[in-house]
């Protein structure tokens, strides 16, 4: 049976432990990387949240499950209803457990004015692709950079009413 998810903001008191979550999660994804893309395995080149509790342009959630904290997720909630997801991370040990899909239904819950949503991922992360277009309703919209070493594809998805 799949439990239900909670969602959370973001406080100093939970920072901590989502930006150690955060940062396994991305490092564990470094290894579907080819030697030759752009980020080169450099731990340096994986997002951060540092700072995020002071930016108030973005809002910082995290998830969790039975009281805990198994993910979380950086937005952009903009005045004009075309939101941003920016990060969106599972502990890596909860991977493939429809936690991550579970987290996205309750923020598509928790903003129900959101017109679009509007994400990217490296074209190499085929695990994102697939769980932002077969699993949460995405579609390709373009390919921002396509001749660089770090192509990115850019999802939409666009909400009914």
Request: net charge negative; charged share 25%; hydrophobic share 35%.
């Amino acid at each position: 049976m799949l439990q239900n998810i909670t969602i959370s903001p973001m406080n100093p008191g939970n920072f901590n432990e989502a930006k150690r979550m955060m940062e396994i999660s991305f490092a564990a994804s470094m290894h579907d990387f080819p030697d030759n893309y752009g980020a080169n395995h450099d731990p340096e080149d994986l997002p951060s949240i540092d700072g995020i509790l002071e930016k108030t342009e973005e809002t910082p959630l995290v998830f969790y499950q039975d009281k805990k904290m198994v993910g979380g997720a950086v937005l952009t909630i903009k005045d004009d209803n075309h939101n941003i997801l920016s990060l969106l991370f599972v502990d890596s040990d909860y991977l493939d457990r429809g936690i991550g899909y579970r987290a996205w239904l309750e923020i598509e819950k928790r903003y129900p004015q959101t017109k679009t949503w509007t994400t990217i991922t490296p074209p190499v992360l085929m695990r994102n692709v697939y769980f932002y277009v077969n699993k949460c309703g995405f579609q390709m919209i373009r390919v921002e950079d396509p001749k660089s070493d770090e192509p990115m594809f850019v999802f939409q998805k666009v909400m009914t009413k």
